[in-house]
């Protein structure tokens, strides 16, 4: 399949925006932008189309989807028993980096949940994904628009290096503004739990839901028989090819240690990059977990790009957005942890 290349450029953006949500009306798949990372859209109603999105990323078809909506009506179409302090969440998050889940309506196909009773729901914070849903008046499935199991995309040109070819079109609208998914949270337990986190922090979560929860599965390795909340968790994720390594410890002992590898590659900070004598990619500044957030996907590609065997990526601080950061990597290492 040729997939269609739609530019959002002053001149082609009305264009773009009608020509993708007639492809998506007329249940084909797009790679749209979001504030977070880029996803693959299909219409949440058509289970045909829907399963385009499954074949094309190679996904696991117990992995469920969220759905993109642009406006509160919208989400009372697709999920019920909405709590008030979900309300306040929206009030306060949305648009932004936050999926709530909820108990389902029948209004999105099954195949979008992977069978559960429940419903991910997210509103972008992104004009060009807003755009879209308003303009195709549906809500829109998009999981990250990558190959099942690779680094997440946060540029068009990431999803054009996994899926040309393999999908309707790409709308290219530059970089992520955020870089790491967005913080999921169910409500479908009580207290509410933090499922995978994101740019939306627990400490904010924390403000409206004094009592919610992070689940074990954010920071350790589910077993293999374990039931795990969000399915997602269980795979291993956002991994490059290359063997990964998660290091925790001092700037002077990353260097020391990485210093003495060979054929490897260390994944740093900007303050220590300067004692590294290995080929290094440097992903910020220690103390800006946002900028390492932003860089986390790109570094992991260019990681696969570098021809060396092994990563060393030293750990960042699990504070603010550094939780997610740290969550994504630990995956990406296979949780293999090296405490220096
Ligand atoms: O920022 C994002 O969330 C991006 C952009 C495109 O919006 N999307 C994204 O989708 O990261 P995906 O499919 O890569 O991750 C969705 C996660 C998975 O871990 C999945 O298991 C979980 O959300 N999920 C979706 N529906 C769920 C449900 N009903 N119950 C539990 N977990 C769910
Ligand atoms: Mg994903």
């Not at 549906?138 to 995309?153: I, K, V």
């Not at 063997?243 to 260097?255: I, K, N, P, R, T």
Request: net charge neutral; glycine share 6%.
């Amino acid at each position: 399949m040729i997939t269609e290349k739609l530019k959002t450029d002053r001149e082609n953006y009305a264009g773009t925006v009608a020509r993708a949500a007639e492809i998506l009306k007329n249940g084909g798949t797009a790679a749209i932008p979001t504030e977070t990372v880029y996803g693959l859209a299909a219409s949440a109603c058509d289970a045909e189309a829907v399963k385009k999105i499954f074949a094309a990323k190679g996904r696991p078809q117990d992995n469920p989807l969220i759905v993109h909506i642009s406006n509160m009506e919208m989400l009372k179409r697709v999920a019920c028993d909405i709590p008030e302090s979900a309300i306040r969440c929206a009030e306060k998050f949305w648009p932004g980096p936050l999926t709530m889940i909820f108990k389902r309506t029948g209004y999105t196909a099954d195949s979008v949940s992977a069978g559960l009773d429940t419903v991910a729901v997210r509103m972008p914070n992104h004009k060009t994904a807003l755009d879209i849903i308003e303009k195709a008046d549906l809500p829109l499935a998009a999981p990250s628009a990558n190959t099942s199991g690779s680094p997440s995309p946060t540029t068009a040109l990431h999803v054009q290096a996994d899926l040309d070819g393999k999908i309707d079109a790409i709308v290219y609208d530059g970089e992520c503004a955020v870089g790491v998914e967005s913080t999921v949270i169910s409500f479908c337990c009580e207290p509410p739990r933090i499922l995978r986190p994101g740019a939306v922090t627990p400490e904010q979560l924390r403000e409206i839901i004094p009592d919610v929860t992070v689940d074990k599965a954010v920071l350790s390795k589910p077993r293999d028989d374990e039931r795990v909340a969000s399915p997602g968790m269980k795979y291993k994720h956002y991994a490059p090819k290359t063997d990964c390594f998660l290091v925790e410890g001092e700037s002077d002992a990353f260097a020391e240690f990485v210093n003495g590898q060979k054929n490897a590659v260390a994944v740093c900070f900007f303050e220590e990059s300067d004692g590294i004598k290995i080929h290094k990619l440097i992903y910020g500044k220690k103390s800006d977990e946002s900028t390492l957030a932003h860089e986390l996907f790109a570094v992991l590609r260019k990681v696969d790009r570098s021809g060396a065997d092994k990563a060393y990526i030293h750990a960042p601080s699990k504070k603010g957005v550094g939780l997610a950061v740290y969550n994504r990597l630990i995956r990406a290492a296979g949780f293999k942890v090296i405490k220096l």
